[in-house]
T-cell receptor
Framework: GENVEQHPSTLSVQEGDSAVIKCTYS??????FPWYKQELGKRPQLIID?????GEKKDQRIAVTLNKTAKHFSLHITETQPEDSAVYFC?????????FGTGTSLTVIP | EAQVTQNPRYLITVTGKKLTVTCSQN?????MSWYRQDPGLGLRQIYY???????DKGDVPEGYKVSRKEKRNFPLILESPSPNQTSLYFC????????????FGPGTRLTVT
């Protein structure tokens, strides 16, 4: 099956700095790469996603880049704010089954 | 309001006592799925369903059963729960299989003693 690795597992940044989280995957047939944010005690919620035919996607302060050749994709959060503090999960799928990374706990220090 | 609901939200039970966690969505989604979340392991898919009467195993199906008799409902059944099934469970749904956003339910925290 697919193997998804996510790094780092924890990340602390100063407010206003950027944060980058990276995921690697093993199945070259994977074609959809979402990122989810999970606040403490809450359900995961999609924040951005990218399909395999696109290299980069941006939504205000959040961006995702995909390198299909190297089989990795990254989440970029710029101008971080305290409300960005949460656990972030990457995921991959070929269409049927979803595989999630183990999560990154992001802390934004005011 | 478009939503995924799960019941119960919290459950404490004993080893071997059959239980069912219900999941329902009101968005007419074809794809539904169950995940378990454990510290340090992220979300792992238990079972998924691409439509009514179509279900398939995910990464960690052992000890679980599911059924999809109606499009809106996707119950998770633990026939003989064991302590290693103590976990936080999420149901999710999406428009169809493939590159679509999954909407998660609020979660069910299960403790098996």
């Amino acid at each position: 099956g697919e193997n998804v690795e996510q790094h780092p597992s924890t990340l602390s940044v100063q407010e206003g700095d950027s944060a980058v989280i990276k995921c690697t995957y093993s199945d070259s047939a994977s074609n959809y790469f979402p990122w989810y944010k999970q606040e403490l005690g809450k359900r995961p919620q999609l924040i951005i996603d990218i399909r395999s035919n696109v290299g980069e996607k941006k939504d205000q302060r959040i961006a995702v880049t995909l390198n299909k050749t190297a089989k990795h994709f990254s989440l970029h959060i710029t101008e971080t704010q305290p409300e960005d503090s949460a656990v972030y999960f990457c995921a991959v799928t070929t269409g049927n089954q979803f595989y999630f990374g183990t999560g990154t706990s992001l802390t934004v220090i005011p | 309001e478009a939503q995924v609901t799960q019941n119960p939200r919290y459950l404490i039970t004993v080893t071997g006592k059959k239980l069912t966690v219900t999941c329902s969505q009101n968005m007419n989604h074809e794809y539904m799925s169950w995940y378990r979340q454990d510290p340090g392991l992220g979300l792992r898919q238990i079972y998924y369903s691409m439509n009514v009467e179509v279900t398939d195993k995910g990464d960690v199906p052992e000890g679980y059963k599911v059924s999809r008799k109606e499009k809106r409902n996707f119950p998770l059944i633990l026939e003989s729960p064991s302590p290693n099934q103590t976990s936080l469970y999420f149901c999710a749904s999406s428009f169809a299989r493939g590159p679509y956003e999954q909407y998660f339910g609020p979660g069910t925290r299960l403790t098996v003693t």
